[in-house]
């Protein structure tokens, strides 16, 4: 066996031992109990909340359904429910807390995969394509898993497969980008439109900053920037945006290389889309929503007037969401832009479309009900000496 972390049980007279798999970086669990169909919910509810992994051995579906009745208990009010948070701030940390606790119990529920990543359940699913696309090619070793971290890949798998259209990259089809697992998808459409809409300081050249998928790259290419650099730093961000490009037709406009943040040289145009919350990712996945203490993006910020060429423009696209919780202030934001030798030429704002922004049952409903999405165009201060 590697070195990679692994869980061992007892099973048939023996002792058995797999490779531990989690993408959200969880810890094998410590105590591994074999599980079936005689498992009642509530005791199942129980054995989870006590750190205890319950490996499956009975038919798949019925496993899904025992994962929705711990979803249930998860999140069942309390009979007492605690004093409401008495600001925003304290609202966004009790949430992460539930989040945090919703996600232990529910990735206690396990499953076993064989050395070809082949699953020997009754009516369990071929989940070899999903796995290969999200883990690289099996070697032949048995791995165990959450149940609720393979259900992602496989609804990942199919939101590659089918794409996800974006009107900002023209008429369909060849509008869709294709996700991949573990890179954030461009399903909010609302930043996207004032990445179209925005007048363009030049089309010579331009540099997309954490690229994803390359959604923004295709975008710039898409009107007319003769050439784009895009950066990210993620290996499956990479691969995703060059497959996006070739699928677009735009591999020859874009060149997508690794870096930590700017590629070498300066363009007219440099975009950065960081994450908008200035907070502790709780998992390798959540980087692309979380950037604890703004790294991202003050390293643009502070980055972006020597990658500037004269006359050039930054575009932040930025969330107001986290001013509106408490997280980052404005006048942060202001201090950090003019700190770094920037000016607020203009800014376009949009209002969010997604149905969380509409949810009176959110527990960050009164944030979200008032956020605003900005592309702030910034340039460099001119030198008085010049």
């Not at 000016?343 to 008032?370: E, F």
């Amino acid at each position: 066996m590697s070195e990679s972390p692994h869980v061992e049980w007892p099973e048939g007279g023996q002792q058995r031992r797999a490779r531990w798999r989690s993408e959200a970086g969880v810890a094998p669990p410590k105590k591994i109990q074999l599980v079936d169909d005689t498992l009642t919910a509530d005791a199942a509810h129980r054995l989870a909340s006590e750190g205890c992994g319950l490996l499956w051995r009975s038919d798949f579906h019925n496993a899904r359904q025992l994962l929705q009745a711990l979803a249930r208990r998860t999140d069942r009010k309390p009979r007492n429910p605690a004093a409401k948070p008495s600001s925003p701030l304290e609202a966004f940390n009790t949430h992460r807390q539930a989040q945090g606790q919703r996600s232990r119990v529910l990735g206690k529920l396990l499953i076993e995969l064989d050395g070809d990543w082949r699953i020997a359940l009754p009516r369990a699913p071929d989940l070899r394509e999903a796995c290969g696309e999200a883990w690289g090619p099996p070697d032949g070793q048995p791995t165990v898993a959450s149940l609720r971290e393979l259900l992602g890949l496989v609804g990942a798998h199919e939101w590659r497969k089918k794409g996800v259209e974006i009107p900002a990259l023209g008429e369909a089809p060849g509008n869709r980008i294709h996700p991949h697992y573990g890179v954030f998808s461009p399903v909010r459409g609302e930043y996207l439109d004032l990445v179209a809409k925005a007048p363009l300081p030049s089309k010579e050249l331009a540099f997309d900053i954490g690229t994803g998928t390359g959604v923004i790259a295709a975008i710039l290419a898409r009107r007319g920037v003769q050439r784009v650099v895009a950066t990210d730093q993620d290996p499956r961000a990479l691969a995703c945006a060059r497959e996006n490009l070739a699928r677009l037709g735009l591999q020859a406009q874009v060149e997508v290389v690794q870096a930590d943040l700017f590629p070498p040289g300066q363009a007219a145009l440099v975009v950065c889309n960081p994450p908008w919350l200035p907070a502790r990712p709780s998992s390798p996945l959540e980087h692309a929503i979380y950037d604890e203490d703004s790294r991202m993006l003050r390293g643009f910020l502070a980055g972006l007037p020597a990658h500037l060429a004269e006359h050039g423009e930054g575009w932040l696209i930025l969330s107001d969401l986290a001013e509106h919780l408490g997280l980052r202030s404005r006048d942060q934001l202001m201090g950090w832009i003019a700190a770094a030798g920037l000016r607020v030429v203009a800014r376009n704002d949009v209002r969010p479309r997604h149905p969380k922004a509409a949810d009176a049952g959110d527990p960050l409903h009164a944030a979200r009900a008032r956020e605003v999405t900005s592309l702030w165009r910034l340039a460099a201060v001119a030198d008085p000496k010049k």
